[in-house]
């Protein structure tokens, strides 16, 4: 799972995308609720690609804009499927996340300690994602996918032991076109887990003044659910 994440720099995405990013005044942290940038298919210029402003978390036409503190995850096994995240799907509503990096949990101290994910080289982290619009208000909202981690070297390190091992999905440069047109949806391999090798993690604790002006996401629906 991932509810906490630093969107990539201007810089990183135009030179990692070819493609311009339009003035936008977004949060440098982005959680459930926030708005963030993603990368899609231009809904102007067909064979394009759009930079645009989204709330981190689906929130379908007929939800209250509270469900994105539930929906900021959508697991491949299931995202066909659930009522918040199939539409997108079948309309292959595909995006890409840009991350500098992303955050997660680990207790190995006994207690919840952030640490912070990143590429090793410095690149952005694609994640893939789904996204719906909502004609009503405008509003352009955004999942990431997950997929199963069992056995991962770096990514079986989060979360509480019990839990079922998630990281999100993410692509190379050679496969971001493919998985915005949707010819990347149907195979194996795109769902494949990222090396460890690629990745690099420390602990980057959240500080006290900051954590106060966070919210507390929910659980995710990547545990299963309703939507």
């Known amino acids: 799972m991932c509810a906490d994440y630093t969107p990539s720099r201007k810089e990183q995405i135009e030179e990692s995308f070819r493609t311009g990013y339009p003035l936008l005044d977004l949060p440098p942290e982005a959680w459930p609720g926030y708005m963030a940038p993603i990368l899609r298919g231009s809904q102007e210029s067909p064979g394009d690609l759009e930079i645009a402003p989204a709330m981190f978390g689906m929130v379908p036409h007929w939800a209250d804009l509270k469900l994105a503190r539930q929906t900021y995850n959508a697991r491949t096994e299931t995202v066909a499927?659930?009522?918040?995240?199939?539409?997108?799907?079948?309309?292959?509503?595909?995006?890409?996340?840009?991350?500098?990096?992303?955050?997660?949990?680990?207790?190995?101290?006994?207690?919840?300690?952030?640490?912070?994910?990143?590429?090793?080289?410095?690149a952005p982290v694609a994640i893939a994602g789904i996204w719906e619009y909502r004609p009503a208000d405008q509003l352009l909202s955004f999942s990431m996918l997950t997929i199963n981690a069992d056995g991962h070297p770096l990514m079986q390190r989060f979360h509480k032991p019990e839990d079922e091992k998630r990281m999100v999905m993410i692509l190379d440069p050679g496969q971001y076109q493919g998985w915005l047109d949707g010819s990347l949806m149907t195979e194996e391999d795109a769902y494949r887990q990222y090396p460890a090798d690629l990745l690099i993690a420390q602990p980057d604790p959240m500080q006290?003044?900051?954590?106060?002006?966070?919210?507390t996401p929910t659980p995710s629906v990547d545990q299963g659910g309703l939507f």
């Open 81 to 122: 499927s659930k009522p918040s995240f199939r539409n997108a799907w079948k309309r292959k509503q595909l995006c890409i996340i840009p991350a500098a990096n992303f955050f997660e949990p680990n207790y190995e101290t006994g207690k919840p300690v952030r640490w912070r994910i990143e590429r090793a080289d410095g």
């Open 208 to 215: 006290p003044r900051s954590r106060a002006k966070t919210p």
